[in-house]
């Protein structure tokens, strides 16, 4: 659909034949077509990269939250048992 320059913002222009029957949008090229999965195989590796680098951040951290965990559960435990 094209926008009429002329047009004061009364709505998008269809276009149609004179027969009536509307004019198909332009097929894109094989460049355009292979150009657009480049890019999405771009994409898809950033975030599998994204996802691999939370996953491995996360399980480098494990084993230090567990023993920080530990240390504060039996620091803080016997203050309880005090009063």
């Keep these: 659909m094209a926008q009429d ?5 009364g ?3 269809i276009d149609m034949t004179p027969e009536g029957e509307f004019v198909d949008p332009p097929r894109p090229s094989l460049v355009t077509i292979l150009l657009r999965l480049a890019l999405f ?3 898809l590796a950033i975030i599998g990269a994204a996802i691999w680098v939370a ?8 084993p230090f939250v ?4 530990l240390v504060v559960y039996f620091v803080v435990r016997p203050r309880f048992y005090r009063f």
């Design 5 to 9: 320059p002329d047009d004061e913002g």
């Design 11 to 13: 709505g998008p222009v």
């Design 41 to 43: 195989g771009v994409f």
């Design 55 to 62: 996953l491995w951040t996360a399980l480098l951290l494990l």
């Design 66 to 69: 567990l023993i920080a965990a």
